[in-house]
């Protein structure tokens, strides 16, 4: 018996081991950790700014584009690494080095420190998710990826939730400065945590076996399918167009709740962190629907995520359209919830599609897009219209106009996950995958 016929009992019957329960619990660990050191820019960024002195567009730089930019470069070559090696070592490395430079943010004393704190930050991050998504499908088969990256990816709202609320309270209590530093350290046991209780999977164990004569992966390989699937471009455009808005949203609306609405820092930690956390019923309501949808109808991987984005952005505009702050969190709960759905589906669908040899290396070029022109231009684009409009308007209001057109691009988002799910099928069976 040869070793891929071993190793393949069929992805269709093949059960959820208690070690991959385990495995998702971990990572889901880490990934909350990412959010939450990534959120706590976002939510003290009013305080840094008075502090150090910072301009909208210089924030929008250390939040979004600067992060982004290295963020997404590091992860080609450490998703490259990744397919090649130890992928859990490698996420308890990176866990740890972004855990080290958050608690460092805390010291920063100008732009330039502040920016190479936040470098650093980016770095760790990169070696984070995509070898996450590789090591998760060696252990869900295709039938059950869906619902466990999208109860993966609700580290995200609860990061986002446990960044604004001890934030906020560490800040209020002690300074802007102790928060990154409190906050920063319990990273480093996480990725000890990580290194103990989750074990390598065999790469590729729950898919159909490579036949035997198939060549190595080459370097470009990865590149490659991306180029040549119209379902992998549709995603990688959709992912980006979704980041444009969500990042730009994400990363403004502590400030916006401050600065146009008038709620101070405590009250907008102690609302906001619980409305982040409704995110977690759309992160895996979406793979769940999907999953059971997909079944029958495999274009559910792709249009559910366009129904939810396509319901959130009216919601999120009327969110920031309204001048009431109590108004403006309660009508948050929907879009912040929706926004999220859009997440297990599409990860799972992408993660299908590619190769397991080229899994975690397919991810990180999707990501490259998604975070390059969406964490990158969302935040940036939101802060220098904010810029440019207050020559015409009050802070608040400039702050206002420029959160509403991010919210607008949702919709492109929609559209191109609706388009990706009228190619996703034939791209499936083309790849023997359906």
């Not at 440019?388 to 009050?394: E, F, G, N, T, V």
Request: net charge positive; hydrophobic share 55%.
């Amino acid at each position: 018996m040869s070793e891929s016929t071993a190793r393949q009992p069929g992805p269709c019957v093949q059960p959820v081991t208690a070690a991959g329960w385990m495995a998702l619990g971990v990572l889901l660990l880490v990934y909350t950790i990412n959010f939450m050191d990534r959120q706590l820019f976002a939510v003290l960024q009013e305080q840094i700014r008075a502090d150090l002195g910072l301009e909208d567009w210089q924030l929008g730089l250390l939040g979004g584009t600067m992060f982004a930019v290295f963020y997404a470069t590091m992860g080609l070559p450490i998703a490259w690494l990744a397919d090649r090696t130890h992928r859990v070592r490698l996420i308890s490395a990176a866990c740890a080095v972004w855990s080290v430079f958050t608690a460092l943010s805390g010291a920063a004393t100008s732009f330039l420190t502040m920016a190479l704190a936040r470098i650093g930050v980016a770095t760790g991050e990169a070696g984070g998710v995509a070898p996450s998504y590789s090591v998760l499908s060696d252990y869900f088969p295709k039938t059950r990826r869906g619902f466990a990256l999208g109860i993966f990816t609700i580290g995200a709202p609860i990061g986002l939730m446990a960044g604004t609320i001890l934030g906020a309270l560490i800040a209020d209590a002690l300074s802007w400065r102790w928060a990154f530093v409190i906050l920063g350290l319990p990273g480093i046991l996480v990725a000890l945590a990580l290194l103990i209780f989750v074990h390598e999977p065999l790469r590729g164990r729950l898919d159909a076996p490579a036949p035997a004569d198939a060549p190595k992966p080459r370097p470009f390989d990865a590149a490659r399918a991306v180029l040549t699937t119209p379902t992998l471009l549709l995603l990688t455009a959709a992912a980006a167009a979704t980041s444009f808005g969500g990042y730009g949203l994400y990363q403004w609306i502590p400030s916006f709740l401050q600065r146009s609405q008038g709620l101070p820092l405590e009250t907008v930690g102690s609302l906001l962190g619980p409305i982040f956390l409704v995110g977690v019923l759309g992160a895996v309501g979406g793979g769940w629907i999907a999953d059971r949808i997909g079944r029958t109808h495999v274009s559910a991987y792709a249009h559910v995520p366009a129904i939810s984005l396509a319901l959130a952005s009216p919601f999120f505009l009327a969110a920031i359209l309204v001048r009431d702050g109590q108004l403006s969190l309660l009508l948050l709960v929907i879009p912040v919830s929706l926004s999220y759905a859009w997440l297990g589906p599409g990860l799972a669908a992408v993660q299908t599609l590619s190769s397991p040899q080229l899994r975690s290396q397919t991810a990180a070029i999707i990501a490259f897009f998604n975070n390059l022109i969406g964490f990158g231009l969302g935040p940036l684009f939101v802060g220098a219209l904010s810029d440019i409009l207050k020559a015409h308007m009050s802070e608040g209001e400039a702050l206002r106009m420029a959160m509403a057109a991010a919210a607008a691009s949702l919709l492109i988002a929609a559209a191109l996950f609706a388009i990706a799910g009228m190619t996703l099928k034939r791209d499936l069976n083309r790849l023997g995958q359906a």
